[in-house]
């Protein structure tokens, strides 16, 4: 369990619970997580509305480095944008040799294309993570139903994002199950959550919020599970204005789902920061952890 | 020198636009020994053919060339005519200037030149021709027609109606196909079953049919006219000779098994009926081996069998399942390690089934009613004695078995008390010994005689029994000595044996092992030593030399030795036993670490150096294994061991003493109950045999082992296995009472009813009490029957898409009312699982709102299948007509792509349902999802170029039709070919639609391709008429182009024989002159009736002693010298 690790920019800012809770459970359960020194942003929709080549570049960059630095290890990225940027990237170059040489040339720099890019629906879900996360939990959140939300980039496009199904992936509610939590079945597990069109058109954007949280909601979701810090942002960010703005009754909080794996293995609310959340989230977490733990 | 005439056809366009036709003229006026060229606009019509012959009178032609077309389309057309002249049908040969030449060359001069060299090479072939004269061979007039839908049946009807006999061959167990399974049919709305099962009932009562169900055609040899079949007829368990299809015996299985004639919306029993009508009307057993549960059992209990007795409340039928194999149900539902739940399949998903719990209800039930009963004895009495050393479960369970066959059996038990291990090994917290002795009771009453304080070598001998009358004995007297520490000082008091510890607490004795107790070892005796000891007021450490992970003792066992408050010291070992004046007062132990795995894989021990410790003990209790005590058998006159110490017997409990036979702990060393019973069975067989002669299978029947994968099961709902009571913790610490409670009756039949049916059949055998015609044959197999035929119809039919896994985005299958078509047709006929009223699978509601969704896996490549399914715009059509027609204010959506209606009154159909209301939406559906009970439908209305929304109650999906599942295997074995998607070939689209490639086979319906019904029956009557007019001949003319031994090149290698796939060729005898001598030798010889000119052997033949007639070897050079020269 080690790799070369792409944090990503949202881990500085707006992920910082995604941050804290990593580190926590990375630590509980063994993983290395090398962060390759130098990296750069993905560009996120940015780049590549703006240019191909420049959302190429920003990541065969990052990649190159990567390879530079960490042969042997595969590229662990938290982020479901930064995921999608990187293995279009990783895609381009592994698609001809001509299309190599022309990344090459573009960051001028040495780059092969070996190293595989994963996601950290990935990393967690591998058995030796799935055995290590079984051995440290120690309070379980017994009974919590969780809507797992893997947003659209980590599933698609299916032949560059794979591994997991497009339509109803299970990654992520396999792992969020080893916490004693429930995972629900429901619909919106890959529909788009909006990603950056929330800064720039809201009118389009909420909308699709709404219809996710709705769904959850109807099939008896108490909390969010997210693997991206732009879905977790837009769906806490937007809940109690829909609330506010439609008469909606929604009180779903939205969690990182290594916030859950980290309660789960012991760490308080605050240390990992779920209080950091727009959407109240602290209160729902503190019921389920005295639950949980007394089973202990 | 010959005369060869060339004729050179236009083909309409087809050849003469893509090659320069006189120039091909011109070049083959000049070939060799070519008389007479000619061209001509269509060579294969009748003035086409009238030129050539009048060309063979006119110009004196001995041999033809026709440039035309493949020789597959119109050689034969060809022969024919030059049947009709003075030429041999032979003498021709077909230069292919269409498929080789014009259709796939551009260059209309390179063509030529091509068309040429094409014309060239077969005038120089023709040249060598030779006359071949055809053969003749017997046909046999019996058709073998395979699929019993729509199409096989119609197919053997006319074929039977023309006066030939038939056999039809059908997979299921009825007759019928996918028909029966409609509602109606459009577009008159005719009823399904109304005009089908006529068909069924004709085919059953025909002379000339003989159905055969339950059956699959295993291997096909042979030609037209001559093939031979093998076909396996699959055991169906009950004898349909005597099968009155009174349906008694599905009224007793109580087997709850999914119901696939309802594409799994209904229920059926494991003995059924396909439906209603089927035919034949007789039952048929779906087993598809034993049980997990069972086949894992060591004594093959009937686990399943009791089980789905107790589902479904008839306790006293289970306990009489269980007590087919043994009396213990109480006692086995107590202390059982139940290997069958660990084996059981709903590991793969939850939790196993309790299975051993579960008996122990059915035990406790009827002790508790008072219907435990006596156990029937039915046997006539026989007179032979019997003889039982040991009352242990081996020795009782041997008892049992032989006094239900009539036996005289006593039992000889040395100890005060009968039950062996049972009763002084197993303490009472873990079996209540009143449950002992009213099972043990049971065999009294059967008429055992037990003679308890009896110790052989003692008080009896083996030769004053034979000298009483005793024809055969069983020893099983368990093993009831301990192994030893071999530690030093292990003799000093206050030492003692776990077993010697047990059953002094077992006969009521109150040892008083004082404070401090350490027991060594863990397996289960050490536990049940432990908490023996804890229950005497000790304080109790458990001394294990490896860690848990190695204990051989049953999980739960340790748990609750645990929980009861049994402490454990893993990874220690005693060196040393210390003794103040020869009373123990402590033990030095060391530390281990775990070294390699040994032979069994499991760890060894090692001691750490310095790591000794010593322990303060008032009792220390051996438990690291027992020993057989020899030396009571040995006075008696038994000496046979093995290295271990335990008595030497095979397998089949014999030793080398014919009347002597050995089980048990006794014969294997120590070993559990359910062990002891399994060789308890075995021995009563062996003594059987052994007493009658006979040679009757020791082991219990059993099939191979069902198992299930976990993907089966995904749908499977999940449920806790039930929670077993236990008394207050604190009774446990001190008391000996039972600690588990078992079962209430609702916790018993909940846990029943969770299991899956693994094998379907449970093996209760409830069908076989119930059937008064004794039909019932449950150890029945496959039977292969040869049979020879003339023709041969394919009628495998179709199989709907598995849509599930392709379109996750319509819930991949977890939304049960998202439904297929066919699915659709069972909830609306009224033999369907809801008698025809339109109910939603997941609530048993009538929806209002039903979206019906087209071209599901048809007509979408990226999914599924490129092609048009053909038969879902008029059932989609129908089925929305159904809808709107039988659920008043309900609405119908339907999303298609195109709406196909190209057939009689079927355009003016799909107009009426327009007209009944349904919307026809043009687009397709991008994702349905579920939200309050509702399917919403997210799709596309193309025509308005808008996203459109449908909240759902129902979602029919109209699917594509796919080939039958096996289609390709069978193709194999027919020799024919499929296309792409699996669908079988025809021998031309429009021309020989319902023929192969290989004569004498024949296709109809929708194993050729999606069809309706009207042209699928269309299709069955024409591939009737096609074996009708082959077998008008008594007799067919054979190809003569087969291949030809020249003796005298023959050097009788035998080469040929192995190469040639039709078996044809052999070796024989000749007798030739060489020089003055008459001497005998070997060559190949070919059948002519098997060979089919494939040539392998021509190719083979290293002296070139093998021509293919019509292909020579002559001919071939003459063909590449007229090429390359």
Known sequence: MKYSYFPGCAMKGAGKAYDFSIKYVTKKIGMELLEIDDWN???ATAAHSTSADLALGLNARTLALAEAQYPDLEIAVPCAACYSALRSALFSARSSKEKLAKIQDLIEMPYEGKNEVISFLETFSRPDAMKAITENVVKPLGGLKVACYYGCLTSRPAKIAGPDDVENPMQMDDIVA???????????????????????????AVPLVDRILRNAQANGAEAIATACPLCCLNLDMRQGELNKKNGTDYNIPIYYFTELLAMSMGATPKEVGVE????????????????????? | MSRIGVFVCHCGSNIASGVHIDKVVEAAKLFPNVVYCEDNKYTCSEPGQFKIKAAIVEHRLDRVVVCTCSPRMHESTFRKMLKGTTINPYMLEVANLREQCSWVHTDKDKATDKAISLVRMAAAKVNENTSLFPSKIKVTKRALVIGGGIAGMQTALDIADAGHQVTLVEREPSIGGKMVMLDKTFPTMDCSACISTPKMVECSSHPNITIMTSSEVEKVDGYIGNFQAIIRQKARYVDHSLCKGCSDCMDACPVQARNNFDLGLGKRKAVYTLF??????????????????????????????????????????????????????????RVCFHPCEENCSRNKIDQPLAIATVKRFLADNARKSGKLGKIAVTAEPKDQKIAIIGSGPAGLNCAYMLALEGYKVTVFEALPKPGGMLKVGIPDYRLDKAVLAEEIKLIEDMG???KCNTRIGKDISFKALRGKGYKAFFIAIGAHTDSKLNVPGEDALGVVAGVDFLRESNLGNNPKPGKRVIVVGGGNVAMDAARTALRLGSDVTVLYRRSEAEMPANALEIDHAREEGVKFEFLAAPMEIISENGKLSGVKSIRNRLGEPDAKGRRSPVPIPGSEFILGVDTLIKAIGQKVVQEDLTA????????????????????ELADVFAGGDAQTGPATV???????????????????????????????????????????????????????IQDRRSTFKEAELGFDEKTAVAEALRCVNCAVCSECRACETACQSKAILREQEDELITQDFGAIVVTTGYELIDWAPLYGEYGGGRYPDVITGLQFERLVNASGPTEGHILRPSDQTEPKNVVIIKCVGSRDENKGKAYCSRACCMYGAKHAHQVLDKIPDSRCYVFYMDVRTAGKGY??????????????????????????????????????????????????????????????????????????????????????????NSAGIFLAGTCQGPKDIPDTVAQAGAAAAKVSALFSNDELETNPMISKVIDEKCSGCGLCVGCCPYTAISLQEIEERVGALRVKRLVASVNHALCQGCGACAGACRPGAIDLQGFSNRQLLEEVDALCL
Request: hydrophobic share 40%; aromatic share 8%; net charge neutral.
């Open chain 1, 178 to 204: 080893l916490t004693g939590a429930i995972s629900v079945d429901w619909a919106f597990k890959t529909e788009c959550c909006g990603g950056a069109h929330h800064v720039s058109y809201q009118k389009g």
């Open chain 2, 674 to 728: 359910i062990e002891a019973i399994a060789a308890g069975n075995k021995a009563a067989k062996a003594i059987m045999n052994y007493l009658e002669g006979t040679e009757l299978p020791i082991e219990p029947y059993l099939m191979p082992e069902a198992t299930v994968e976990a993907d089966e099961l995904k749908n499977v709902p999940r449920a806790a296995r039930g929670r077993m009571p236990m008394i207050p």
């Open chain 2, 907 to 996: 355009e003016e159909f799909y107009g009426r349902t327009r007209e009944d209301g349904a919307m026809y939406l043009r687009g397709r559906v991008a994702k349905i999802y579920q939200e309050g009970g509702k399917l919403i439908c997210k799709g596309e209305d193309s025509l308005l170029g808008k996203a459109v929304t449908v909240e759902a109650d129902m979602v029919v999906l109209e699917t594509a039709m796919v080939p039958s599942p096996g289609v390709v295997k069978l193709a194999g074995i027919l020799g024919i070919s499929t296309d792409p998607d699996k669908w079988l070939n025809e021998a031309h689209p429009k021309l020989r639609p319902v023929e192969t």
């Open chain 2, 636 to 655: 008696a006159g038994f000496t046979l061991y093995d290295r271990w110490g335990n008595i030497a017997a095979n397998a089949e409990t014999k030793t």
């Open chain 1, 41 to 43: 942003c993905c560009g």
């Open chain 2, 448 to 450: 055992v005689e037990i």
């Open chain 2, 276 to 333: 209603p009508q089927a035919v034949p009307n007789k039952a048929v057993i779906e087993k598809k081996g034993a049980s997990p549960c069972k086949f894992n059992c060591p004594a093959h209990l009937d686990a399943h069998g009791y089980m789905a007795l107790t589902g479904v409340g008839r306790y006293e039928e289970a306990l009489g399942v269980v007590r087919r194999t043994t009396p213990f149900a109480g006692v086995l539902g």
């Open chain 1, 276 to 296: 950091k959340h727009f959407f109240p989230a602290l209160s729902l977490m503190e019921k389920y952890l005295v639950k949980g733990g007394s089973a202990v």
